[in-house]
């Protein structure tokens, strides 16, 4: 695609100072501090960051990124991010958008020509060569953005609802390894990621990824080469039938090296109740809150793929205890609200729930897609 001239050829007349353009190298530095700046706000305030190069989590095998940076006066005061995946949607591998990071500095905040000139840019970037679809993810109690995005004012693209989705994050502590035992009695037993094991590894994935939206297409040359991004083959659990087949198979994936969650505020109710929560903490092993500016000790449970539900539980059981050993004191895991494993999920472990809306971001409302009754499940990993 030809965008080389596209910067040059937008104009934005309310705004003359205003300049958009794709992110370089150069861009570093600046975009890493309006990401630490500039938190996403709720009753848990964090600050999704890329220390020490942003650039860094762009180059993730399988994936395509695009950073859309916007300055005024020469300062950097707004960025923007799509990332394309091949994912399942309808039983079909499409070529997927999500849309993410979209940081305003305090200074423009509410300026919505600036936001509009921006969604603009992007969009004249993808007319060309547009995705088959794209979607974005809100947190439920942003009730400001939502609201402001739901409106679809002129200028702006169309959002529609897809579904809720919970990310759960799953206290480490005080986990044992309870499920391993009967599984083996049932003429199962567990094993790790292998290369051995790569293309039936692969062919599981996809056949599990296939029953649901929006989730992550696999190939063996992606996963090989996510190693140099804390995923390697033996971090994956796999679960093994008498047949020697693979009935289930999770991973547990640190990405504290390229991606991290600090925590920036707490709602004024809850730091008052904060101390409490964290006393029942310790008693119970629930999650306890981090002091604001507390990098999270979190990695992921990604993907999750098992046949039938005792499966999905005994392999989270594995990988916490597992994660208890690389210092690790979260591990999160992403479902839809309307999942079927959901309640198993929420009933067995104590877990905190981080709750977003899901959305299809369309620029002609034309382009609504017609997805069927699957659950979503995009990796939590990716987003």
Request: net charge positive; charged share 20%.
């Amino acid at each position: 695609m030809a965008w080389a001239n596209i910067e040059s050829q937008l104009t934005v007349p309310t705004v003359p100072s205003v300049r958009f353009a794709l992110a370089t190298e150069k861009n570093d530095a600046a975009i890493r501090q309006l990401l630490r700046e500039n938190p996403t706000r709720g009753r848990i305030s964090l600050s999704f960051e890329h220390e020490p190069d942003y650039f860094r989590s762009t180059q993730m095998p399988g994936t395509a990124s695009q950073t859309i940076v916007g300055f005024l006066h020469g300062k950097l005061i707004g960025v923007g991010r799509c990332t394309f995946r091949q994912c399942h949607l309808n039983g079909q591998v499409r070529r997927v958008g999500y849309l993410s990071e979209l940081r305003l500095a305090a200074s423009v905040q509410g300026r919505f020509d600036i936001l509009r000139r921006g969604y603009q840019f992007f969009r004249e970037l993808h007319r060309a060569d547009p995705a088959d679809f794209y979607f974005t993810s809100i947190a439920a109690d942003n009730e400001r953005s939502l609201r402001f995005l739901e409106r679809n004012l002129p200028g702006m693209p169309a959002y529609k609802f897809a579904a809720d989705f919970v990310t759960l994050v799953i206290p480490v502590a005080r986990r044992r390894h309870r499920q391993k035992t009967g599984l083996t009695s049932a003429g199962l037993k567990f094993m790790a990621g292998n290369d051995a094991r790569l293309t039936q590894l692969v062919s599981f994935l996809n056949l599990q990824a296939v029953q649901n939206q929006l989730a992550a297409f696999w190939t063996g040359d992606d996963l090989l080469a996510l190693k140099d991004f804390g995923l390697a083959l033996p971090d994956f659990q796999l679960i093994l039938d008498g047949n020697d087949s693979i009935v289930a198979g999770a991973a547990l994936w640190d990405q504290r090296s390229f991606k991290q969650n600090v925590v920036r505020d707490y709602a004024a109710k809850i730091s008052m109740v904060r101390p409490l929560i964290n006393l029942s903490a310790k008693l119970l092993g629930t999650v306890h809150l981090p002091s604001v500016g507390s990098t999270l000790n979190i990695g992921f449970i990604s993907p999750l793929s098992a046949n039938d539900l005792q499966s999905a539980l005994a392999l989270i059981e594995s990988l916490l205890s597992q994660a208890a050993g690389r210092g690790l004191e979260f591990l999160t895991l992403g479902l839809a609200e309307n999942d079927a494993r959901l309640t198993a999920v929420r009933r067995q472990f104590h877990a905190r729930e981080y709750k977003t809306r899901l959305y299809q971001v369309m620029w002609d409302k034309s382009e609504a897609a017609v997805l069927d009754d699957r659950p979503f499940l995009p990796e939590v990993a990716f987003l």
